[in-house]
């Protein structure tokens, strides 16, 4: 096959090229953002009715974390739109029969019960800090079933729980909590600082999955037979959760970061700053059902962040 990963430059499409690279048995297309902007419906549709994939992975979108979202609302969810529309509806017009949609977890209400399974989507209001992006992931799962209802496409849709690893985005205030923390309690260490700021309460629970975890399953996804995948899903509800099962507090995310960087000093919490969700652990149950589950536990995959973060120190992004 063809496949076209639009974000091959990304910390999840960085994962996902490195493992069809590796089993070599597909022909793979990308395109960086000078040369493609995902924004620019024209150039989508002109450049996927040439390149005439297969396939497509759409691994790309506006991402950051909870300062992010929230400080940059507009961007969030109109980018994300426009990124969506152009590659799903310009796949459908140059012919690609296959697809596969990321998420993520914050298309599920706020409170909603926990873990969340797929089928608690729309059943509730959003967190505010993160509304904006989860309209547009929620448009994103129904554009690719609407297609596959009206004219019998196979593009699916997964939903990532909160992701890290290498490639990741180590910006002080616009990543997610992983790297921003990776960052903060390595930096403290290096200047002999006796005291790191969490934000928020430290109270909320996150769950974590590493970005080569994520790239497996994201291909498990999409390998999967038809009847496989219609067996296991309903035609409108079909997206799947992917995450380890397992979360963890924010407090007890920043004692194990110190502990791997080796800050010993003392770890206080800025309640001036947002909590978000109180809890976002995902039902993986359906993704069990099929076959797969996640490999890599929190600490090793965290030492190996670090151990990367060492490596890339002053060529990162951010
Ligand atoms: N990271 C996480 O914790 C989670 C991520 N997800 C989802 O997983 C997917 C991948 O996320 P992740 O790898 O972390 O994000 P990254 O920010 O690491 O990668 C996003 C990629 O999209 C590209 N991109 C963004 N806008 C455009 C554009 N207008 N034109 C061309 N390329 C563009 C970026 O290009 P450039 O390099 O030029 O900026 C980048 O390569 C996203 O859909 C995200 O929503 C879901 C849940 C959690
Ligand atoms: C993946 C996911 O990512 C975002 O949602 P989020 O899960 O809330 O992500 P986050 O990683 O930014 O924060 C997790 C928790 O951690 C706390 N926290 C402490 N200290 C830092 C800190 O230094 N940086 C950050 N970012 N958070 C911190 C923070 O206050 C919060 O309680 C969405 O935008 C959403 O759209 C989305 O999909």
């Known amino acids: 096959m063809r496949i076209f990963v639009a974000g091959h430059r990304g910390m999840v499409g960085g994962a996902i090229l490195r493992q069809l ?22 150039a989508v549709h002109a450049f996927l009715k040439a390149e005439k994939p297969d396939a ?14 929230n400080s940059y609302p507009a961007d969030f969810i109109g980018e994300n739109l426009s990124i969506q529309l152009n590659v799903i509806q310009g796949a459908f ?8 949609f990321l998420g993520s977890s914050c298309i599920y209400p706020k409170m909603a019960e926990q873990p969340m399974r797929e089928d608690a989507l729309l059943t509730g209001p ?9 309209i547009a992931k929620i448009a994103g799962i ?36 992983m790297p921003a923390l990776i960052r903060r309690f390595h930096e403290a260490k290096r200047d002999g600082l006796s005291e790191v700021v969490i934000w928020g309460t ?32 309903e035609p409108m ?7 380890t099962g397992t979360d963890v507090s924010i407090r007890e995310l920043a004692g ?21 969700t109180p809890r976002k652990l995902m039902d993986v149950s359906r993704l069990a059902a099929m076959g797969w589950r996640a490999r890599i536990g929190l600490e090793e995959g965290l030492r190996e962040t670090y151990a990367w973060f060492l490596a890339q120190e002053g060529a990162l992004r951010g």
């Open 21 to 42: 690279e590796q089993a070599g048995a597909h022909e793979v297309i990308t395109a960086g953002r000078e040369r493609l902007d995902l924004r620019d419906q024209a």
């Open 56 to 69: 497509v992975v759409l691994a790309a979108a506006k991402v950051g974390g909870i300062l992010a979202n």
């Open 93 to 100: 017009a140059a012919g690609v029969e296959k697809l596969l």
């Open 126 to 134: 959003l967190e505010p800090t993160n509304e904006p992006y989860a």
């Open 142 to 177: 129904k554009l690719c079933e609407s297609y596959n209802r009206q004219h019998g496409t196979d593009y699916r849709s997964v939903m990532p729980t909160n992701l890290y690893g290498p490639g990741d985005n180590f910006h002080p205030e616009h990543s997610h909590v």
């Open 202 to 233: 430290g109270t909320p629970r996150r769950e974590f999955l590493h970005v080569d975890d994520m790239a497996e399953a994201s291909l498990f996804v999409m390998d999967l037979a038809p009847e496989v995948y219609a067996a296991n899903t």
């Open 237 to 243: 509800l079909s997206h799947i959760n992917v995450g």
């Open 256 to 276: 194990m970061v110190a502990e791997v960087v080796g800050f010993e000093g003392a770890i206080t919490c800025d309640t001036s700053k947002p909590d978000g």
